[in-house]
C-alpha cells in the first residue's frame, strides 16, 4: 500500500527557515516523479516544486524560487522541502505528491495528509 | 488569479448531470495533459481523472474527463451527495517558467 507521510511543518516568524519531510512506503521511490502542492487558509492548490524520479531535474513556482529547495534521498525513501525566508503568504498546508510518472507532471495519484506551516510574528 | 480558469461553483440535484470547466492557454492545456482532482472537506485531494479522460481504479465511471484544445471537462453524472466538494483541474505549463499549475477550483453542491 502506497503511504506519504508529511512532517515538518510548525509555527515560525517572518525570515525563518524550516524543512519539510515526506516519507514514502510502498512503491519504489526513485522511480516517481514527486512534488509539493500547497494550499493557503480557506484558498485553492498552488502547485510549489517538482523533482523528477532520478533527482535530476527540479523545478520550482516562481513565487518559491530562490527560497524553496526540493530534494530526495533514495536511500531514506524521504522527500525534502527546504523552506528559507518565509514570508506571511507561505502559510499553507503543504502536501507531497506522488506522480505516475518518472518524469514530472501534474498526475498526482497519492498524496500525503499535510502539515501545516504557519509563518507569523 | 490562477493560470488555469474554472467556475467558483456549479450545482444540481441528486441524479443529474453536472459539467466543470476549466480553460487554459496553449502552454498548458494544449500541449499537456489534464488532471482533475476531488477534495472532499478538510481531507487532502483525490485523484479522479488522468492524461484527460483515464480514471484510476476504484473512480466510478460517473466521472468523465474530455479535452478539446486549450480547455478541458469534467463530467459527473448521477449525482450523489457525497459528490458535493471542490474541484480542481491541474496540468503542466511548459512556458518560460515551467511547472505545474491548478485551476482555483470549483465547489459543487448537490441541492
Known amino acids: 500500500e502506497v503511504q506519504l507521510l508529511d512532517s515538518g511543518g510548525g509555527l515560525v516568524q517572518p525570515g525563518g527557515s524550516l524543512r519539510l519531510s515526506c516519507a514514502a512506503s510502498g512503491f519504489t521511490f526513485s522511480s516517481y516523479a514527486m512534488s509539493w502542492v500547497r494550499q493557503a487558509p480557506g484558498k485553492g492548490l498552488e502547485w510549489v516544486s517538482a523533482?523528477?524520479?532520478?533527482?535530476?531535474?527540479?523545478y520550482y513556482a516562481d513565487s518559491v524560487k530562490g527560497r524553496f529547495t526540493i530534494s530526495r534521498d533514495k536511500s531514506k525513501n524521504t522527500l525534502y522541502l527546504q523552506m528559507n525566508s518565509l514570508r506571511v503568504e507561505d502559510t499553507a498546508v503543504y502536501y507531497c505528491?506522488?506522480?505516475?510518472?518518472?518524469?514530472?507532471?501534474?498526475?498526482?495519484?497519492?498524496w500525503g495528509q499535510g502539515t501545516l506551516v504557519t509563518v507569523s510574528a | 488569479q490562477s493560470v488555469l480558469t474554472q467556475p467558483p461553483s456549479v450545482s444540481a440535484a441528486p441524479g443529474q448531470k453536472v459539467t466543470i470547466s476549466c480553460s487554459g492557454s496553449?502552454?498548458?492545456?494544449?500541449?499537456?495533459?489534464v488532471s482533475w482532482y476531488q477534495q472532499l472537506p478538510g481531507t487532502a485531494p483525490k485523484l479522479l481523472i488522468y492524461?484527460?479522460?483515464k480514471r484510476p481504479s476504484g473512480i466510478p465511471d460517473r466521472f468523465s474527463g474530455s479535452k478539446s484544445g486549450t480547455s478541458a471537462t469534467l463530467d459527473i453524472t448521477g449525482l450523489q451527495t457525497g459528490d458535493e466538494a471542490d474541484y480542481y483541474c491541474?496540468?503542466?505549463?511548459?512556458?518560460?517558467?515551467?511547472?505545474?499549475?491548478f485551476g482555483g477550483g470549483t465547489k459543487l453542491t448537490v441541492l
Open positions: 496553449s502552454s498548458n492545456i494544449g500541449n499537456n495533459f
Open positions: 505528491a506522488k506522480d505516475r510518472w518518472g518524469g514530472v507532471g501534474v498526475n498526482f495519484d497519492y
Open positions: 523533482v523528477s524520479g532520478s533527482g535530476g531535474s527540479t
Open positions: 491541474g496540468t503542466w505549463d511548459g512556458s518560460l517558467s515551467a511547472g505545474g499549475v
Open positions: 492524461e484527460n479522460n
